[in-house]
């Protein structure tokens, strides 16, 4: 974990800590901590880092299994003395503004989430608070080390069974008129998604959500789709597994269609895998993000589709971005879409170009790579062909 | 959905609006804006209900979907002409400050934990923006309507089915010296929580985490567990599950002993369930959630164990609440612990004292259950028994 970035910010803000007030949902919180908690704790970090809880329940845990110099609890700091006179709210700033005085910060960034009402609090107890508009953890997190992309393998590795099962599944399917059968049963989006989440909980991950949208529902990128799978019609299958010892998620998306995909959408998909591999090809340390959205985006244009870039109110077309960073969260920086800054060796981002229209449904091809120091190397191992033999 | 409350309160802040700055997976903007979006936009309440997005991916299903009077987009308040003179983040805050402005908003309360990088733009284009301390919409949301306490129940019903199907593998255990063999394999808890979460899963129930954990993981009331699990020793099951459609939770924990427990666990065991049935009989409309928990507390105490009452700074014996409200969040208002108020019929709340020290495990029994207009009425239908036959 190579923090020099943040410690150069911080001496740009001219602050003398970078302060979290999140539970470790919150992936900076989960990464500078180095401590998995369900409830909201602050983590200071100076060079080195301070965890402190506001009950004990944690405390002895976080002693054992975080990273941090040192673990301590309001009760170390005054909070039970203070109760009574300042109530349960100022009693707490100002336990959390002694914990800061105690490592001699009068100063602190914090990310632009942080709480508002942690910020006001200290303030009030006369910390400066300034929210760090680089969000610099988030930025730091960007670039993996071996270990990381490793977790990342061992994410997508699961991913691609999931999708093996989900695409046997398709494979199973009878045509009976405008129903998919399995076993005499009408092959459902639900179903699909069963099938892909039990496949990714035996291989220990878990997922907040999984994609598998047909038809109209398939046009809306973030609709995950329910009901009756229709022959003849493209379905997106989109999969972001999280590993759950690791925390380190997965990402990869496959259009399929289960009989004959009409011309349109035949040429949609053909599109939309040319916009992937220029993409790809444009991937390389030095390019931005920009330039990779750029590539994709005129793969489109050129074909007289309307993208985002072309038009920011489309509704239809290629409305999202060309990709994201993939690590603890599912969605982080670096950007691969028209803000995207210059890509690096080791981050680790989707390449994800999409089509779509409630008329035609929705197409969408997406891999997971990571930049390289000559180009990028793809951690997705699985075939891009739209017709389910 | 009773929003006077909420009237009232921004009255009370002569605020002329509530305003949420965040993804649904924060339960209060999920509540009031009645719409699932994976990235962050803004909900203003100023009677009715409005949506900004930043984007246009989600306008169109926002517009079916959400519960808003209108939903807008940053493009449709001047983001992209402002975005060269200004900058991105500039830019986001004039364009929200454009947008507040047309509902002639000029104050605004937000919750506590309301983004400070957003706060600190509004402020600088001149609305007031003042952290709710009282966490008004989470607070609204601790009453919930009957549609609301069928979906705890539906939740708690997958919640059941999964305890039996974790109790049935305990069951089907033989002792093998200090192991637990099930079909000549280590028992572990990875294994039962695979069992827990494949059974909610097929029952449409997603699942953050579940605790199986045993000996000294057990101790640790957060701990999720690992490893084998080992005869003659207690073993807590805790289980959360989320619906997946209404989101609602339910939470449930048994302990259970494969074998012959000591004398100490024995002890430990009919002292909580003795706590947990003193909790619940506290339980009617009027009493506070201190209340409750000093009903829980009492008992500990009397049998002369530490709890969190008698010793903030204890790291053994009842180290946590009674319990918590339980909805849209697992852990949400109204609190059961030392700071708890008024009981009001619509709580779902849980009771779940417990006891914990590394040298014995820990030991915990939690239903969920619903405040009615005399008493309460339990959620759960689940037995409570320590030793598995």
Redesign the interface.
């Given at each position: 974990m190579d923090l020099s970035k943040l410690d150069a910010r911080l001496d740009a803000l001219d602050a003398d800590g970078y302060l979290i007030d999140a539970d470790s949902t919150d992936a900076d919180q989960y990464y500078l901590s180095g401590f998995d908690?369900?409830?909201p704790f602050l983590t200071l970090y100076d060079g080195s880092t301070h965890l402190l809880f506001v009950?004990?329940?944690?405390?002895?845990?976080a002693k054992r299994e975080s990273r941090a110099a040192s673990v301590e609890?309001f009760?170390d700091y005054g909070y039970?003395d203070r109760l009574e006179a300042d109530g349960?709210?100022e009693a707490a700033h100002r336990t959390r503004a002694a914990f800061l005085d105690a490592y001699d910060v009068e100063a602190v960034a914090?990310p632009?989430?942080?709480?508002?009402?942690?910020?006001?609090g200290l303030r009030k107890q006369g910390i400066e608070?300034v929210?760090d508009?680089e969000q610099t953890v988030t930025a730091v997190r960007a670039s993996k080390t071996d270990e990381e992309i490793d977790h990342v393998r061992a994410a997508q590795r699961a991913n691609e069974a999931a999708m093996a099962a989900a695409e046997d599944l398709l494979g199973q399917a009878e045509i009976d008129g405008d129903r998919l059968l399995v076993d005499g049963e009408v092959l459902t989006s639900?179903r699909l998604k069963?099938e892909i989440?039990?496949t990714l909980?035996?291989r220990g991950c878990?997922?907040?959500?999984t994609i598998v949208a047909c038809g109209a529902d398939a046009a809306?990128?973030?609709?995950r789709g329910s009901g009756p799978l229709r022959p003849h019609e493209p379905i997106i299958i989109d999969i972001f597994p999280q590993d759950k010892t690791t925390k380190y998620h997965g990402d990869m998306t496959r259009t399929f269609c289960v009989g004959e995909p009409d011309e349109q959408v035949r040429e949609w998909y053909d599109l939309t895998e040319r916009a992937y591999r220029e993409a790809l090809a444009a991937v390389e340390p030095g390019a931005t993000g920009a330039d990779v959205h750029d590539a994709a985006c005129d793969v489109y244009e050129d074909a007289g589709l309307p993208t985002?870039r072309d038009d920011?109110?489309?509704?239809t077309g290629f409305?999202?971005s060309t990709g994201h960073g993939v690590g603890l969260d599912v969605?982080e920086l670096p950007s691969v879409g028209p803000?995207g800054g210059e890509l690096e060796p080791g981050h680790v981002i989707t390449i994800e170009p999409g089509l779509y229209d409630?008329a035609v449904g929705g197409v969408r091809i997406e891999d997971l790579i990571v930049v390289t120091d000559d180009g990028y190397e793809n951690l997705t191992d699985y075939p891009v062909s739209l017709v389910v033999e």
């Open positions: 908690a369900p409830d009950r004990s329940l944690e405390f002895g845990r609890r009760t039970d349960r709210r914090v632009p989430r942080f709480p508002l009402q942690t910020a006001d608070v929210a508009a639900e069963e989440e039990v909980l035996r878990a997922l907040d959500e809306d990128p973030h609709d985002l920011p109110g489309t509704e409305i999202h969605h803000d409630p």
